[in-house]
């Protein structure tokens, strides 16, 4: 069955530093998402990414965030100066983006402690 | 705004009880809701989603939204010890389907 993945399971920065969270988005899907749920809160939407571009962001989605596509398989989520309220577990999802199909599927997560 | 509700719990139930879970939402222009479980430390996974009103069943799940109330609700029948997970409630908004989420409730189903 096919599954999304990321990389790594968890990860401890010190404020200031830059981190790369890292997906491997199911193959043939076209929408790819970031979303993020600090402990005891709601998930919430970071960003959405189609056709190699931005095509919705959040209010979080600041200037400090970014997503890249590298390649055909790496969906990546970079936060250039980490901050302690950014510590959160961020999980990846991808869409088919065709048919009837609604179902985001969702990677285990990153989780990022941020000292 | 205050867009999807939804009591964190946590709700204890015995093994074999019926488990309502529900939702309020404040947009009636949303349409699709779902319901996905999370269990400790991984993703959430989408059980069963619904269009508009109505009833969904899907074995020992049920899905069902009353939009003229902006409820919507998931009952277990059953219940079972592998169902203890968080059920988070969510629905989609816009072309690109970003996910809109309740805060989750816990659930502990005990033998």
């Known amino acids: 069955e096919p599954e999304v993945t990321q990389t790594p399971s968890h990860q401890v920065t010190q404020m200031g530093q830059e981190v790369i969270l890292r997906c491997v988005p199911i193959s043939n899907h076209l929408y790819f998402y970031w979303y993020r749920q600090i402990l005891g809160q709601k998930v919430e939407f970071l960003v959405s990414?189609?056709?190699?571009?931005?095509?919705?962001k959040s209010e979080i989605f600041d200037d400090q965030f970014s997503v890249e596509r590298p390649d055909g398989s790496n969906f990546t989520l970079k936060i250039r100066s980490t901050k302690l309220e950014d510590s959160a577990m961020y999980f990846c999802a991808s869409w088919s983006g065709t048919g009837y199909s609604y179902e985001q599927y969702f990677g285990p997560g990153t989780r990022l402690t941020v000292t | 705004q205050k867009e999807v509700e939804q009591d964190p719990g946590p709700l204890s139930v015995p093994e074999g009880a019926i488990v309502s879970l529900n939702c309020t939402y404040s947009?009636?222009?949303?349409?699709?809701f779902m319901w996905y479980r999370q269990y400790s430390r991984k993703g959430p996974e989408l059980l069963m989603y619904t269009y508009s009103s109505g009833n969904k069943e899907d074995g020992r799940f049920t899905a069902q939204v009353d939009k003229s109330s902006k409820y919507i609700s998931l009952f277990i029948r059953d219940s079972q010890p592998s169902d203890s997970a968080t059920y988070l409630c969510a629905t989609h908004a816009g072309n690109n389907r970003k996910l809109i989420w309740g805060l989750g409730t816990s659930l502990a189903v005990n033998p």
């Open positions: 947009n009636s222009a949303f349409q699709y």
């Open positions: 990414f189609y056709n190699n571009e931005i095509s919705e």
